[in-house]
């Protein structure tokens, strides 16, 4: 008894460790696809019912991974739905999908696989149509139109916005002792109040763009104003005023003279140029010419005394 | 044969140069020149005497011309050419010129003053050697 239960453990090892018969195996079919082949009809059969059809050859075949056809999954789409049929052993299911009303319908069920590349004693056993069995004749049949890509939008490039060359045009009034001038858009260098016997001189705006300058003659004197005087008020060289400012002078006859800014505009050059060429040919002052830009108008603050309402 | 090529390429070398020139020209009438002050006369001058200016780029119009005199602390005086070229301009210093003098208890004293002509351009302010000494009316 001890001897049969020790033969019994040195031959159970023994017995594990052998190598399996490869030919004594069988290829366990599953129950249900044993069941599902016994209820299918032949090859022949489901030829003529238009029926699916499983073969029982594929569920010999070993599962190889090589059997296979290798699969590209960047390929193009147009070469994966006309490519693949017929080229492999078996059969592509997206091939075969029928058209419904199509004349190719009935043929989209013939075995693409069949020829020489059936292999085995199946001869090309007829597989094919669509595996699952759904009626995929009774689907709708949309055409699937082609999609192509949509150009990538560039974005639209703004134009080049040409920067315009801008110049001042200063207003100002000077009221001296007989008369009151109004100038608009003074020239530069312009004599005021007349050229035969100047006291101020207009240089143009300083670089701030809010002052315009003048060069005083050393007959003015400073009475008062807002305007900044170099050197001093008392030697007035030159005089700095911005919209709105008044500057006051007296000269050495006791004449009052009284310049404001009336404002300083930013133009174009050359509407500029158009303004002075038609000054000079009508050899008046102000003329038209378009504002280009935001105007730095002086307004005086409007008062109001009356208005209507109702009393409270 | 060579020479006359010689003096043909003269001709042209030369006709060239007078279109050069032309343009030159052409270019300069585009704009008026800036006034420049090249000389004064006398150069020591009291106030309502006349000097006389030389230089490039005045108007021919007596009245386009405007001297200004500056004297101490960049005080202005304004004078009008009693005469005018484009080269030449005579001018009588105002009696308002007193003014830009330079100030002492005594009363103004001799001051040199720049002079700058303004045309329909702003002219150059003369450099010292061209900038005359004003004295007052009485010295």
């Known amino acids: ?101 199509s004349p190719s319908a009935s043929t989209a069920q013939t075995p693409i696989g069949s020829g020489s590349s059936g292999g085995g004693s199946a001869g090309g056993a007829p597989v094919g149509g669509a595996p699952t069995g759904s009626p995929v004749g009774d689907r709708p049949t949309t055409p699937i139109a082609p999609t192509t890509p949509n150009p990538p939008k560039t974005p639209s490039q703004p134009t080049p916005h040409k920067p315009q060359k801008l110049t001042y045009a200063v207003d100002a009034t000077l009221t001296g002792p007989s008369r009151t001038v109004r100038y608009r858009s003074i020239a530069k260098l312009a004599m005021l109040p007349i050229q035969a016997a100047p006291v101020l001189i207009f240089l143009g705006v300083d670089d701030t763009g809010n002052n315009a300058v003048f060069l005083v003659d050393s007959t003015l004197t400073v009475v008062a104003g807002e305007g900044t005087c170099r050197a001093s008020n008392m030697d007035c060289a030159t005089l700095s005023l911005e919209p709105g400012q008044v500057e006051v002078f007296k000269d050495g006859q006791g004449n009052r003279y009284e310049l404001r800014i009336d404002q300083i505009r930013a133009v174009s050059v050359a509407s500029a140029a158009r303004a002075q060429a038609k000054r000079l040919a009508t050899a008046k002052e102000g003329a038209a010419h378009v504002s280009q830009a935001p105007r730095r108008r002086f307004v005086p603050p409007m008062i109001t005394d009356l208005f209507l309402g109702e009393s409270s | ?35 420049t002050v090249e000389r004064v006369s006398p150069m020591r001058v009291s106030v309502n005497r006349t000097i006389t200016i030389r230089g490039t780029g005045f108007s021919a119009v007596r009245r386009r011309n405007t001297v200004i005199l500056k004297g101490a602390a960049g005080r202005l005086s304004f004078a009008k050419p009693l005469t005018a070229s484009s080269t030449t301009l005579v001018v009588r210093i105002p009696t308002a010129a007193e003014r830009i003098l330079t100030q002492k208890s005594a009363g103004g004293v001799p001051t040199r003053v720049s002079l700058r002509v303004v045309t329909s351009r702003y002219g150059k302010v003369s450099i010292r050697r061209h900038s005359p000494i004003l004295v007052s009316a009485g010295q």
């Open chain 1, 1 to 101: 008894m001890v001897l049969l239960l020790v033969a019994a453990l040195v031959a159970l090892p023994v017995l594990m460790l052998q190598k399996p018969d490869p030919g004594a195996v069988n290829v366990p079919v599953p129950a249900a696809a044993s069941n599902t082949a016994e209820g299918l009809p032949g090859p022949r059969e489901a030829l003529a019912t238009n029926k699916p059809l499983v073969s029982l050859a594929v569920l010999n075949q070993s599962s190889d991974l090589e059997s296979f056809e290798a699969k590209n999954p960047f390929k193009p789409i147009d070469q994966v739905s006309t490519g693949g049929a017929g080229t492999g052993s078996v059969p592509v299911a997206a091939a075969a999908i029928p058209v419904a009303g």
């Open chain 2, 1 to 35: 044969m060579i020479r006359s090529a010689l003096t043909g390429g003269a001709v042209i070398a030369a006709a060239s140069l007078a279109a050069a020139g032309g343009v030159a020209a052409e270019a300069e009438s585009a704009g008026p020149a800036q006034p």
